[in-house]
């Protein structure tokens, strides 16, 4: 049974401060993994993807990835009050499937 | 931009009946997905579809659904007896296959389907 899991939060950090987002997951196989934005009721939205061992940055957004750790995290960095919402990580790829398998989500909460 | 589109945008329907949720992917994509969301729940992958046909399907996905590309450019997914715990948001979700976005799947508004 593939798993990813995610403290479902509320995370609440000030506005200007980092933000850190945490996942694990259970299937080695996994081979890519995917951090989605979340606003209440609407669908997700592809932040980042990462599929090396290390850190991946986009603008405020940095991906890292540990697979000995089986690991995923994204920082964000200056958050914003706009950045309030729910984070999933997805872990896809094994055994050749391209099918995601999301957490639960990380429920984020930027006060000005 | 293009984007996924998917109607209705909130369906209401008794137990036992019929559904068909639709969508119209991106015009250029190859892949096809529905996933469905419960309410505070995790997504969940439904059905992939490609090439006209099921590439993959999750144990959720069972004789009760069935997922059709009628015109090839709507994509639908039926669900012939709804039951109560059917309710839940589905979305649509498409991506080309190819080129820069291959690993971005892109997603549509949802529907939500609540069965009485």
């Known amino acids: 049974q593939k798993e990813v899991e995610q403290n479902s939060g509320p995370l609440s950090v000030p506005e200007g401060a980092i933000a850190s987002l945490n996942c694990t997951y259970s299937d080695r196989g996994s081979q890519s993994f995917f951090w989605y934005r979340q606003y209440s009721g609407k669908s997700p939205e592809l932040i980042m993807f990462i599929y090396s061992n290390g850190d991946k940055e986009d603008g405020r957004f940095t991906a890292q990835l540990n697979k000995a750790s089986q690991y995923v995290s994204l920082l964000i960095r200056d958050s914003q009050p706009s950045d309030s919402a729910t984070y999933l990580c997805a872990g896809r790829g094994s055994g050749g499937s391209y099918i995601p398998t999301f957490g639960r989500g990380t429920s984020l909460i930027v006060h000005p | 931009e293009p984007e996924v589109t998917q109607t209705p945008s909130h369906q209401v329907t008794q137990m036992g009946q019929e559904v068909i949720l639709r969508c119209v992917p991106i015009s250029n994509h190859l892949y096809f997905y529905w996933y469905r969301q419960i309410l505070g729940q995790k997504v969940e992958f439904l059905v992939s579809?490609?090439?006209?046909?099921?590439?993959?399907k999750s144990e959720i996905f069972d004789d009760q659904f069935s997922v059709e590309r009628p015109d090839g450019s709507n994509f639908t997914l039926k669900i012939r007896s709804t039951k109560l715990e059917d309710s839940a948001m589905y979305f649509c979700a498409s991506h080309p296959g190819r080129g820069r976005s291959y690993n971005e799947q892109f997603f549509g508004p949802g529907t939500r389907l609540t069965v009485l």
């Open positions: 579809f490609y090439n006209n046909e099921i590439s993959e």
